[in-house]
């Protein structure tokens, strides 16, 4: 079975300022992928960054980029140039690509970027 | 266009009523799913449709709990019976085909059973 750890319950940054949240898995499957997303205050889940585990090279979105380490299982988010706007929780989900598609989750880094 | 659409946005119940949260996926998706977001325990996976395939239902936690889809679109969970532990904010997603495998939430449903 999959599963996903995010060792960081709470963290906070100042404005303008980078931060790292970490997510490792445990999987034994070779074709699947990794995700991150935020949920705001308003409740809505909120796409961030998609990695394909085929693909070395580490996914970019602007100011959101991945360090993702497939031998170490290990799927980090940095938030460059953070704005209050990224206060939100971020959830970390596992997704195998195979017939069950359904999303496993971290239970989730609340991220505060102080002014 | 339109994103995935839930309602109610709230729902207070009493215990061992039934309830019906209802689904709207992102028109032309054909993949829907139901989660749940309970305080303190994550996000857990609860029920699976794909297409015309038979559901993957295997996080339902009780056989109070179902979910139908009709028509390959709108979709309803429902809980019967309900209990306090089933308080919880549900969630639906839903994704396209062609293998991007992104799912898109809606807002939710928050649930209180008193």
């Known amino acids: 079975a999959q599963t996903v750890t995010q060792s960081q319950p709470e963290m906070s940054v100042q404005e303008a300022e980078t931060v790292t949240l970490s997510c490792t898995y445990d999987t034994s499957e070779n074709n699947y992928y990794l995700f991150w997303y935020k949920q705001p205050p308003s409740r809505q889940m909120i796409l961030v960054i998609r990695q394909e585990a085929y693909k070395q090279q580490n996914a970019t979105e602007n100011r959101f980029s991945v360090n993702f380490q497939k031998a170490a299982k290990s799927f980090s988010l940095k938030i460059s140039d953070s704005q209050l706007g990224d206060t939100a929780m971020y959830f970390c989900?596992?997704?195998?690509?195979?017939?069950?598609?359904?999303?496993?989750w971290g239970l989730g880094t609340s991220l505060a970027v102080n002014p | 266009g339109a994103g995935v659409s839930q309602s109610p946005s709230n729902k207070v119940t009493e215990k061992g009523k039934d309830v019906e949260l209802r689904c709207d996926p992102i028109s032309g998706h054909t993949a829907l799913y139901w989660y749940r977001q309970s305080l303190g325990q994550g996000l857990e996976f609860l029920i699976y449709?794909?297409?015309?395939?038979?559901?993957?239902k295997s996080g339902l936690p009780s056989d109070r709990f179902s979910a139908e889809r009709t028509g390959g679109s709108v979709s309803t969970l429902t809980i019967q019976r309900t209990q306090q532990e089933d308080s919880a904010v549900y969630l639906c997603?839903?994704?396209?085909?062609?293998?991007?495998?992104?799912?898109?939430f809606g807002p939710g449903t928050r649930l209180t059973v008193t």
């Open positions: 997603a839903s994704s396209g085909q062609g293998g991007l495998f992104e799912q898109y």
């Open positions: 449709f794909q297409g015309n395939s038979a559901p993957d």
């Open positions: 989900a596992f997704l195998n690509a195979g017939n069950n598609r359904k999303l496993i």
